[in-house]
């Protein structure tokens, strides 16, 4: 059965954060940017915090829901990955999912929430399928789920995915792939993370120095 492996999971509620208040401010709504990370770590290896992609989207102040052509232009100015969005365009996503993971292509789909709130939103990656149904990447609480086909198109919203048109290198992590360019653009973004980690690394020593200095 068709499955994206080794599929990194990443629990948005638990994340690490660059920031020098060392508060993931956006937790709670960040299943996108929990969802790009995933996707971004399975396909380079490099793994950005969820709360870096928000900051770098939407800036570091901002906190609310994320949404798929931001994270679409995200993906494709900063790392050099042309996503296909679909929006409704089919009345199910069974096959649209399918085609994707038997390409070797990761998808990130909006879920409903919760069910009874007809408002409410959660993207997820899907990562596997086999007859009887599908197996998303849950960032809330970062585990895989099984949900039965009906049950998937139940609970997918309208038929929206993003589908990343990439496949893992088969020589990821054996090197020679230093020219590629969407692992170049994910290495450019964890080293524009890099100063806000040591900043972080560096308060805490100092907080820690001062503490044991007390008489
Ligand atoms: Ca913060
Ligand atoms: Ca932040």
Same mark, same amino acid.
């Given at each position: ?6 599929? +990194? ?108 709130? +007809? ?5 997820? +990656? ?10 998303? /990447? ?54 524009? /993370? ?22």
């Amino acid at each position: 059965m068709p499955m994206l492996s080794p599929w +990194p999971l990443y629990n948005q509620l638990a994340d690490w954060t660059v920031d020098a208040d060392g508060v993931d401010e956006n937790r709670e709504n960040n299943c996108g940017p929990e969802s790009v990370a995933m996707c971004l770590k399975y396909l380079t290896g490099v793994e950005l915090p969820a709360d870096f992609i928000k900051d770098a989207i939407y800036g570091a102040s901002f906190t609310g829901y994320t949404f798929m052509g931001d994270l679409a232009r995200f993906l494709k100015k900063r790392c050099d990955l042309t996503c296909e969005i679909r929006s409704g365009q089919e009345p199910t996503l069974q096959p649209v999912v399918k085609r994707a993971i038997d390409a070797g292509f990761p998808t990130i789909v909006l879920f409903f929430f919760e069910l009874e709130k +007809p408002d409410s939103g959660h993207f997820a +990656p899907v990562v596997g399928y086999d007859e009887g149904g599908a197996t998303r /990447a849950n960032p809330w609480g970062g585990k895989l789920e099984y949900m039965k086909w009906p049950d998937f198109e139940t609970w997918q919203k309208s038929s929206n995915i993003i589908i990343l048109n990439r496949q893992r290198p088969d020589n990821l992590g054996r090197g020679g792939l230093e020219a590629d360019p969407l692992i170049q653009g994910v290495e450019d973004l964890l080293d524009e /993370a890099q100063p806000y980690v040591d900043r972080a690394l560096r308060e805490a020593a100092e907080t820690s120095e001062r503490a044991r200095r007390q008489p």
